[in-house]
């Protein structure tokens, strides 16, 4: 593994830099609605200077960054403070997946409105008995004329609330192997017998949402990638789910544990050995979390496919956040509870990293089948 950077690649952070420098996605606002109108329009600002989908081909629109170039643009995205985009289903998810399986004339229509932010995209896959395995899912697409009728039930579904465009994985053949039977739809949220019921998380925001499809039509041309083909696409998208974001996670859990630390050392709390102890050990995962995606990131550029870093760094990631929040909790006693305080936040948003983008046990299943060589389990799901 390498870590040194090239020429280009710091002339690339240095030109970020300058751009974040005078750049600024201002003071984020409190309200989930206004939060969400103030990232899209940082998005916006993103595009116009040409960092919106920096990993994206140029013909696409993108900035044809290199991994580590995009790693780079994830990295100090996080260190200039500012949020993720808000259509990061769409950069990260739909675009990709459309660049693999798009016919022309879909990467003509829906690739540009994902970079400017014009038209958020949410991902349908989970449903009430349908999370881990996704091939069990129950939405059926029915064939009717030039088009699909689609019933059925979606959940956790992030974003569906501002969408334009849904990710959708339909079941379209009952008599196949679950697998076999499914297929990928770009589906219009803006439409009849499609019910958007937003769900209000433990941290008292509506991030993700129940989605009622009740005869809702799809036309042909929003098939993706052939009918029967519904698994492979999606695990194009599942595969893009991690992709550039652990850089901004590590920085941002850095973040987070130097402003701790220097709360601990405002409240005299650093002779403590205790406390000594365990922010030292936090710190040394932080850092593991960074050599690991680092790790992924050289993996992927010398053999042209991601390793088992990206389930690792997940893993990884999500429970040292808890760890994090839970350790600052404990440390700074009812301060940490306090309304309005950071702590109290991501004390309770931290519950769901080890849910969202793939469960901590689906996780571990992968690492010891595919790193340890272990059996695979029997029924497993991943
Ligand atoms: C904040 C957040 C945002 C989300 N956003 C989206 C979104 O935008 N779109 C979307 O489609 N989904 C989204 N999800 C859903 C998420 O992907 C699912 O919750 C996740 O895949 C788990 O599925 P499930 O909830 O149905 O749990 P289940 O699959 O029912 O799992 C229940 C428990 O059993 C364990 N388990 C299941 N199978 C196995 C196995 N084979 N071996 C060992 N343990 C197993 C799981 O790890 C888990 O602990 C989001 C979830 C969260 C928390």
Redesign the pocket.
Known sequence: MDLTFSDSEAAFRDELRAWFATNDPGPEPSGEDANYAWRRDWQRRLAEGGWAGVHWPREYGGRGATLTESAIFFEELGRARAPLPANV?GLLLAGPTLMTYGTDEQKDRYLTPILTAEEIW?????EP?????LAALKTRAVKDGDGWVVTGQ??????AQHSKWCMLVARTDSEVPKHKGLTYFLMDMEQEGVQVRPLV?ITGEP??NELFIEGARIPDENVLGGVGNGWKVALTTLMNERSGLAFFLQVRLRQLLDELVEEAAARGLLDDPVVADELGRLHMKAEILRLTAYRGLSTIEKYGAPGPEGSLTKWMWSETNQELAQFAADLLGADALTMGNRWAYELLRSR?NT????????LK?IVAERVLGLPR?K????
Request: net charge negative; glycine share 20%.
């Open positions: 289903l949410c991902q349908g896959f989970s008995e349908a999370g881990s395995d979606k959940v956790w579904t992030s974003g998380q991030e993700f769901g849910i969202e983008g793939g469960t901590t046990e689906i299943n389990l029924g497993a799901t991943a």
